[in-house]
């Protein structure tokens, strides 16, 4: 198994601060509860609709960033 998306650890972080079980996540979400778990020990990984969805429900915002620049070397 590996580790979960930063995203993912983030957000299961902001989820269990504010005291949401994975039940409550799941019927917020409609995905079963297995399902998250598997997103959250890193098995596997939403798609970015998810993980905007799974965003809103914990009050944040997916916000993407341009990378920075890359310099010749």
């Known amino acids: 198994m590996s580790a979960p998306h930063p995203l993912i ?3 299961r972080t902001l989820r269990t601060e504010r005291g949401l079980s994975i039940n409550a996540l799941s ?5 079963a509860a297995p399902t998250i778990q598997s997103w959250e020990a890193g098995r596997t990984v939403p798609n970015l609709d998810v993980l905007t969805d799974y965003a809103t429900v914990m009050g944040v915002r997916v ?7 890359r310099t010749a070397a």
Do not use: D, H, K, S
Not at 63 to 69: D, G, K, S
């Open 63 to 69: 916000v993407l960033e341009p990378a920075a620049e």
């Open 27 to 31: 019927r917020a979400l409609g995905y």
């Open 9 to 11: 650890a983030e957000l």
